[in-house]
């Protein structure tokens, strides 16, 4: 059985929201919730933050540490060499992606696209199309996809666009698609957080659903969004920003490029 393992991304510099990653959230930082859902994933053999150098990281990591969340520090700019280190590290086979702009990543799709990775013996594992730019959804990613992307890769196949080396060379990779429940299903709606209005909506989201001791459930806060449409409008007006490239179809990448 291969080991398989959660990689959050997060960093405190931010141009467009500085420090969400420790905006609060019916009182509690926005990445302490992320890592607290991920951390109910029992298929999941580990949780590790991933974070850069930079001193400023360093209340990241205090918040991991409380959480019993395995931490690795790199650099500042080559994102993908942290993902790298860490698969080495934690000896994982697979990787899953998860950032901290997206506390609301849905963890039925953590566990039914890890599980569809394995069976597939896939490299790359995600979900087409424009359900992508939601800000719920993880990807996998094979521990060697990852060291040959890097190893092959120019630099900006190393910043936070992590796995567009694999989108740019899919013919290399052995890539499978998922599919995205209907109860999902949104693609109007905009849960990542990427600017304040992003921020905004995540606010009023936990403090209308969240309860201590209990896993937000992301349909829960998606049919919140169905009966208040009010909400939407808090963020509908923003573009999928340059957050949400990462996750760009891998057939519109192939187009672009």
């Not at 951390?39 to 590790?48: G, P, R």
């Not at 019993?68 to 899953?96: I, P, T």
């Not at 992606?97 to 896939?122: F, K, M, Y």
Request: glycine content about 6%.
């Amino acid at each position: 059985m291969s080991k398989v393992i959660c990689v959050v991304s997060a960093r405190m510099r931010s141009r467009r929201c500085p420090g969400k990653a420790i905006a609060p959230l019916a009182g509690r930082p926005l990445l302490e919730h992320l890592l607290e859902r991920l951390l109910s994933v029992k298929e999941l053999d580990a949780v590790v933050l991933a974070t850069s150098e930079a001193p400023e990281n360093g209340v990241l990591v205090e918040l991991a540490d409380k959480l019993g969340v395995g931490v690795f520090a790199g650099d500042e700019e080559d994102v993908l060499g942290r993902y790298v280190e860490v698969a080495r590290r934690w000896q994982a086979d697979e990787v899953v992606r998860v950032t901290a702009d997206n506390p609301l990543t849905d963890l039925s799709l953590v566990r039914s696209l890890a599980a569809l990775h394995q069976r597939e013996g896939a490299d790359y594992t995600y979900v087409p199309g424009d359900a992508l730019l939601m800000g719920i959804l993880p990807e996998v990613i094979a521990g060697k996809a990852l060291e040959q992307s890097h190893r092959d890769g120019e630099d900006r196949h190393r910043s936070e666009l992590v796995t567009l080396y694999i989108k740019e060379n899919s013919e290399r990779f052995r890539i499978v698609k998922g599919e995205i429940p209907q109860a999902l299903y949104r693609p109007a709606y905009r849960l990542t957080v990427d600017e304040p209005p992003d921020l905004e909506l995540m606010e009023a989201i936990f403090d209308r659903l969240y309860r201590p001791g209990e896993v937000l459930d992301t349909v829960a806060a998606i049919r919140l969004l169905d009966d208040e449409p009010e909400l939407v409008r808090i963020n509908s007006h923003l573009r999928h920003g340059e957050a949400n490239l990462r996750s760009v179809d891998l057939d519109n990448t192939n187009r672009q490029t």
